[in-house]
């Protein structure tokens, strides 16, 4: 939300600053560099989220498999404990 509001207000200031009426050129290499700056900017941050986005989504992936593995293996282990102790209980009676 924060970064959201954040590319929306640069990008409010650049139009908001943008020489319209003005026929000098000055304004437009002045506005220019600052609009190149800001989508540079914008441009640099998407990227970077979309990398990790999809970073994070590797990683959610390979906890999830592992641990899903995981613990379909801890779950027979104890399915074969209990049966193991019942037979053994079942002796020492």
Known sequence: MIESLAKTSMVLLIAAS??????ESALWCQW???????AYV??????????????IDAQ??????TMVTALDRNGKVMERMVAWLEDHDADHR
């Open 18 to 23: 943008a020489p319209i009426e003005s026929a």
């Open 32 to 38: 220019g560099l600052a609009g190149m700056v800001v």
């Open 42 to 55: 914008l441009w640099r941050d998407h990227h970077r989220e979309r990398r990790m986005a999809s970073a």
């Open 60 to 65: 959610q992936r390979w906890i999830r498999d």
